[in-house]
């Protein structure tokens, strides 16, 4: 009988998926340690039994009651049983490299031209089934390292998943990117797309042999660039970026063009706005230069008269005086040259008018069109013959023998005897 032992663990590469203690006799209430990243599978007549995770076990006969009922023990005292101990590596593999092996024809139908592509990357792989792993890839060796499962690089060897890779990604690498419909000649923009999408695919067979790819990357496309169909494709690619671009010029210069009248025709219409503004405004101040004008002209004439001693009520009563001598109103009735009753009604109305020229108010011409009044009924007396015979000669510019109420040649007023 083999020599048994009371520790049973296990600490090697971490290349290493799956391996086989060397030991298979072991004593009842052995130290079994499985460090965290690991499983321990007990076997027994090539049949999987118990499975411990991470931690100390003392293997007694409660915790292994699948090991227990095929158990034989063995002689001389000793609880002895037989066994086969597989520690697996749950450890994730990081960085394993694929590529395919041949390149894959690929149809785009923009173009109507055939071309092949290859494709590389890496991916990381752990186990999920230790039960699985054991089972369907190691059997009965003594073990299994990363290299056996996914190749050592690029180069496979005689890995056991290069067919499952090759054959996952070059039977669907074309079709994603039909299904896609994305342009072979922007691929690398949907690296991520194709990544998952094989990902998926490969997993639905890993899954079988306990064993799970969290990450699958797309890292190259191989495209033939010395392919003549290639370098149509790209032409033709180039020639349509092209034009969509000139499109999107002429576009956005239109735009600019449009968006440009736009500012002209409201800034034509704020000048005009602002024109018509001004325009009434000078029409305004204008308007208020003309007004202080006239009454600044006004208020001159008025204090040249209160210079000279007499009133508005004076001068005008004067312009009455003169008009009258000057239109040959006398005393006589119908006499050829004097003036009659009727020409003194056309005084009232010239005195009407000269006051609306003037802008004279009611309140200014009511006294003036008083003295009118008095002119005209002095006017009166002299053609009833009243006082005809008195004369007076006129103290201002010495004028004598004037018979009229004012002096013809000055206008002053006959002075009260």
Known sequence: MAEAISVIKYEGSNEVLAHKHPKEDFTIGSQLIVHESQEAL??????ALDLFTAGRHTLVTNNIPLVRDLMKLGTGGENVFHAEIYFINMVTQMGIR????SKVRLFDPASGLNIEIGASGNFNLRVVDSRKLILKLVGTTEGLIQSEVAGDGLSYGNSMFKALI??????NLARIIKEENL?????????DVLSEKLRLEINETLVEY????????VTSIVTPDDDPNFARLKQQFADK??????????RAEAEAAQGRKIVEAQTEAQLKQVNAQGEADALMIKAKAEA????????????EMKMKGYTYRDETARQVGLEAMQNGITGGSGSAGGGTVSDIAGLGVTLGAMGGVMNMTKEALNPIMGDSQKIGEGVGDVISGKDAASTWNCPSCGKTGIDSRFCPDCGAERPVS
């Open 42 to 47: 007990f076997f027994r007549d090539g049949k």
């Open 98 to 101: 694929w590529g395919t092996d």
């Open 166 to 171: 090759n054959n996952r990604v070059k039977s």
């Open 183 to 191: 342009n072979i000649l922007e691929i690398d923009a949907y690296m």
């Open 210 to 217: 306990g064993l799970f790819m969290p990450e699958f990357y």
């Open 241 to 250: 970026t092209l034009k969509v671009r000139e499109e999107e010029i002429r």
């Open 292 to 303: 202080d004008a006239y009454k600044m002209q006004a208020e001159a004439e008025a204090e």
